[in-house]
């Protein structure tokens, strides 16, 4: 029996006046479900790294990347993933970040308690109830 592939991947939780931002996931049995947005970690690269390289290849848009808020790992049939969930906001000048995502139809911008839940891939799930939100959330709006 061969053993089951891991992998790290960086999971942005970005952050902007009060809502978090989620992706629809296109392929492969997850295809169509809900998760932060992301993607697999490089060979010796952090995931705040990957947190920003990855929304800037797949949404065109720039984040600051600020730390790490929880790891979780998630075996899937075909694969095991290791998340990190990283704690992100937009740019010091977010409007044209915000207009991409607002003309894209696989992303949106939801509060916590609007979540879809029920159509999350299952480890963003996990991850989305058992984020500290109220702390997450409460930082956001101080910066104001």
Same mark, same amino acid.
């Given at each position: 029996?061969q053993s089951?592939?891991?992998i790290?991947v960086?999971a942005a939780?970005?952050?902007h006046?009060?809502k978090?931002?989620?992706a629809?996931?296109?392929g /492969? ?7 932060f947005? /992301? /993607?697999?970690? +490089?060979?010796?690269e952090?995931?705040?790294h990957?947190?920003? #390289? +990855?929304l800037?290849? +797949?949404l065109d848009?720039?984040?600051i990347?600020? #730390?790490?808020?929880l790891?979780? +790992?998630h075996a899937?049939?075909d ?8 704690r992100c906001s937009?740019t010091?000048s977010p ?12 992303? /949106? ?6 979540f ?5 891939c299952p480890?963003?799930?996990i991850a989305a ?6 702390q ?6 101080r910066?104001?």
């Amino acid at each position: 029996m061969q053993s089951q592939k891991h992998i790290d991947v960086a999971a942005a939780v970005v952050v902007h006046d009060n809502k978090v931002l989620l992706a629809k996931r296109r392929g /492969g049995y997850l295809d169509n479900l809900w998760e932060f947005p /992301g /993607g697999k970690l +490089e060979k010796n690269e952090s995931a705040e790294h990957a947190a920003r #390289r +990855e929304l800037h290849e +797949e949404l065109d848009i720039s984040i600051i990347a600020e #730390r790490t808020l929880l790891v979780l +790992e998630h075996a899937y049939p075909d694969i095991t993933v290791r998340l990190h969930f990283v704690r992100c906001s937009l740019t010091d000048s977010p409007e044209p970040c915000l207009q991409k995502t607002v003309t894209n139809p696989e992303v /949106g911008w939801f509060t916590p308690q609007e979540f879809p839940l029920e159509q999350f891939c299952p480890a963003d799930r996990i991850a989305a109830i058992n984020l500290p939100w109220p702390q997450i959330i409460i930082r956001e709006e101080r910066n104001d």
